[in-house]
């Protein structure tokens, strides 16, 4: 699949701006993070900039961008639709959160953050469901998709919540938990492409299950459909050398592992230190979730290059 980078950029930033808003909404009326109102609202604020900004450069993979607001109608049926509509809804309590952190209003805080934070997580759960939900990509209709979208996004948004933390000098539960999560997007990955790489199931389509020829593996379409470049080619034929993807799903793991390590030495070291590694550490952790991005579509083949390639 052609891996766009408007998705790609969507898709990161809206689940690191997601998972930021549900552990400040989640941590902080636990006192595991600043309780001011100075921190809250600067924490704030770099989510919904980083939620606003992926949604709005989702937008520009559409054909006609001035029709996005139909998608809104089909909740019943699609995930995309249902995404945007928990998106909409979870910015009441995130206006909510924030003027009751402006008030000082402990308990209003606590009770709005929490209906933010449910909000974020159907958010990006319904965000993964939409990959998990098309059955012609095997790569995507896959139980572990969603799963990955939501570890993910609670990942990178711990990396940003600790490197925010550090700076008001009260990050050590936030680091701890970027580290965590760090090593179980490390060790999730790693089975998620072991999955993808193994041998398809029983039941997926082949060329020779759709025509009935040969056996699998010897049949070749003789000639091409059309010679000219297309847009189901360009879109869904998408392709990326072997070689360069290992070469990719190193920088994926080595940026999660970097991420992780240094949360785990900055939640014991404190001090200047400890800031200057967490912001190393949310780096990491976004640059490899960019290159994970864009491998997860690089990677991905739609049933319908069989009748292009012969492969899918």
């Known amino acids: 699949m052609n891996p766009a980078p408007s998705i790609v950029f969507f898709t990161t930033a809206s689940g690191a701006g997601y998972g930021l808003l549900l552990w400040l909404c989640v941590l902080r009326p636990l006192g595991l993070v600043p309780g001011g109102s100075g921190f809250g609202l600067v924490a704030l ?71 933010a934070a449910a909000g974020a997580a159907v958010t990006v759960w319904c965000t993964g469901m939409i990959y998990a939900s098309l059955k012609p990509v095997r790569q995507w209709h896959h139980p572990l998709v969603p799963w ?22 009260q990050a050590a539960w936030p680091a701890a938990l970027a580290a965590g999560l760090g090593a179980a997007s490390f060790g999730f990955k790693r089975a998620y492409w072991a999955e993808i790489d ?31 470049q297309t847009w189901l080619l360009r879109e869904m034929g998408f392709r990326v050398a072997r070689k360069h993807s290992r070469k990719l799903r190193l920088l994926v793991l080595g940026g999660f592992g970097a ?41 991905a083949t739609h049933t319908v290059t069989l009748f292009y390639t012969g492969e899918a």
């Open 45 to 115: 604020g770099v989510a919904t900039a980083l939620v606003v900004a992926g949604l709005l450069s989702s937008t520009a993979h559409l054909g006609r961008p001035e029709r996005a607001w139909r998608a809104f109608s089909q909740w019943r049926s699609s995930w995309l639709s249902r995404e945007g509509v928990a998106a909409v809804a979870t910015f009441v309590p995130m206006v909510l959160f924030g003027l009751s952190v402006l008030a000082g209003n402990g308990a209003a805080a606590a009770l709005t953050g929490l209906l």
């Open 198 to 228: 193994a041998p398809p199931p029983a039941g997926t389509p082949t060329i020779e299950t759709a025509t009935g020829l040969g056996r699998i593996g010897a049949t070749r379409p003789l000639d091409p459909p059309h010679t000219e």
């Open 259 to 299: 991420a992780a390590l240094v949360s785990l030495l900055a939640a014991f070291a404190g001090g200047p230190l400890a800031g200057l590694l967490l912001v190393v550490g949310a780096a990491a952790a976004l640059g490899g979730l960019l290159v994970e991005r864009w491998l997860m579509f690089a990677e």
């Open 148 to 169: 990955g979208y939501m570890l993910f996004a609670g990942f990178s948004g711990a990396a940003l919540l600790a490197a925010l933390a550090g700076f008001w000098g």
